[in-house]
């Protein structure tokens, strides 16, 4: 098992352009999250998917959309990035929100210079 | 409303001495859960245990334990014979079963842990 994987692993954009971070889970979880993690401010959730289907915001929405494409899969996009979204971004899963334990991807480091 | 407070931001010991995390948490709901997670240099986090309001039952894993009181709120988490490998950020968090005013899980600021050689 493959856990939770995040592509890319690394990514430089330039003010203005847009992005899709890809998020899958091969563990059947039904709940996936996108955190993205600053210095000095811990990890905060962006958006979440309880169950297939569904999508809510979470503390940070702001410049970002989300799609839960089937139960595997959780993409995070930027449309119009800007330097303030330039964060670690961290994909999870767990088998249902809140009682369960998450499981994070191996992150992704975004420059918006 | 949710919060957890990890007030140590750093700690700093020598290999093989025992060390304590502090969590101490807030919450209104009488069902929650808590968790730790641990953040070594490379970057991804790892779980490490979850605990559920009506389970006060204290954990022992190998060299890690940990505390867990509610009458103070606090959900401590203890490394014996510390060692190297254990330098890490390690990070407390709080899910109320309700979803809280947050509706999710909730991060403290992390612990970061250095043992040295």
């Not at chain 1, 494409?69 to 993409?75: D, Q």
């Not at chain 1, 996009?77 to 303030?84: K, Q």
């Not at chain 2, 060390?19 to 808590?34: G, K, M, N, P, S």
């Not at chain 2, 060692?83 to 991060?107: K, M, P, R, T």
């Amino acid at each position: 098992n493959a856990g939770v994987t995040q592509t890319p692993k690394f990514q430089v954009l330039k003010t203005g352009q847009s992005m899709t971070l890809q998020c899958a889970q091969d563990m059947n979880h039904n709940s996936m999250y996108w955190y993205r993690q600053d210095p000095g401010m811990g990890l905060r959730l962006i958006y979440y998917s309880a169950s297939e289907g569904t999508t809510d915001k979470g503390e940070v929405p702001n410049g970002y959309n989300v799609s839960r494409l089937n139960k595997r899969e959780f993409s995070l996009r930027l449309e119009s990035a800007a330097p303030s979204q330039t964060s670690v971004y961290f994909c999870a899963s767990s088998e249902f929100r809140l009682i369960y334990e998450q499981y994070f991807g191996p992150g992704t480091r975004l420059t918006v210079t | 409303a949710q919060k957890v407070t990890q007030a140590q931001t750093e700690i700093s010991v020598v290999e093989k001495e025992d060390v304590t995390l502090d969590c101490v948490y807030e919450t209104r709901d009488t069902t929650y859960y808590l968790f730790w997670y641990k953040q070594p240099p490379s970057g991804e986090l790892v779980f490490l245990i979850r605990r559920n309001s009506f389970d006060e039952q204290n954990e022992i894993s190998g060299r890690y334990s940990w505390n867990f009181q509610k009458s103070t709120s606090s959900f401590n988490f203890t490394i014996t014979a510390s060692q190297v490998v254990d330098s890490a950020v390690y990070f407390c968090a709080l899910s109320e079963a309700d979803g809280g005013s947050q509706g999710n899980l909730i991060f403290g600021k992390g612990t970061k842990l250095s043992v040295k050689p």
